[in-house]
């Protein structure tokens, strides 16, 4: 069936460092893509977002890569700052309205 | 913040009590989404309304009955709720309209919900 997983549910990174947060999903039909960041206390924020005609994205200090071969998502965070800490979820969208989560990946960043 | 407000942000309630939960989006939005999300588990979607019609609902218990009256409001109305119901319920927009896949959806901040 359909699925969002994450492949580690918690990530250290020392500040400064580069983070990487990985993500598989199993629909091959899916074809737009989201990571989300969530700081406790509050709600989903929207990171950056990938197309399935794409294999990377750039934002600031972040980067999504898209292989579709093996449906594998990453995200990878330039220069981890504390602010970074939270936990970040992928997502998938298969047409519709209809978005599928992920578990989840809590990011600690050490000062 | 993101344009989506909730209220209230926290809530106690026993089992025999009706609550609702507001949410409303300053957004210009036509599609508002309710979702549950408990301890540990993904996000789950409850019920998503695209210009006040209900389009989805994911097989959501009768004891939670959404109301969306117009594209900036909805609610969520509770009632006999069982202790498992304790979660934090997250309310979301995004641009809606056609349907098309690939909305951006925004968060508000949720509704941490204990059921006693």
């Known amino acids: 069936g359909e699925s969002v997983g994450l492949h580690l549910p918690t990530l250290s990174v020392q500040e400064g460092d580069n983070s990487i947060i990985n993500c598989a999903y199993s629909?091959?039909?899916?074809?737009?893509f989201i990571w989300y960041k969530q700081e406790s206390g509050k709600g989903p924020q929207f990171i950056i977002d990938?197309?399935?005609?794409?294999d990377k994205r750039q934002g600031q200090r972040v980067t999504v890569l898209l292989n579709k071969t093996v449906k594998h998502l990453s995200l990878q965070i330039a220069a981890t700052q504390p602010g970074d800490s939270a936990v970040y979820f992928c997502a998938e969208n298969t047409g519709g309205f209809k978005t599928i989560f992920g578990a989840g990946t809590r990011l600690f960043v050490k000062a | 913040e993101t344009g989506v407000t909730q209220t209230p942000r926290h809530l106690v309630m026993g089992m025999t009590n009706k609550k609702s939960l507001k949410c409303e989006q300053h957004l210009g939005h036509n599609a508002m989404y309710w979702y549950k999300q408990s301890a540990k588990k993904p996000l789950e979607l409850m019920f998503v309304y695209n210009f006040k019609e209900q389009t989805e609902n994911n097989s959501v218990p009768s004891r939670f009955s959404p109301e969306c009256p117009n594209s900036s409001h909805l609610f969520l109305h509770l009632h006999t709720l069982q202790p498992e119901d304790s979660a934090l319920y997250l309310c979301a927009s995004s641009q809606g309209g056609s349907g098309r896949t690939g909305e951006t959806q925004y968060f508000g901040p949720g509704t941490r919900l204990l059921v006693l």
């Open positions: 629909n091959s039909a899916s074809d737009y």
């Open positions: 990938i197309r399935s005609n794409m």
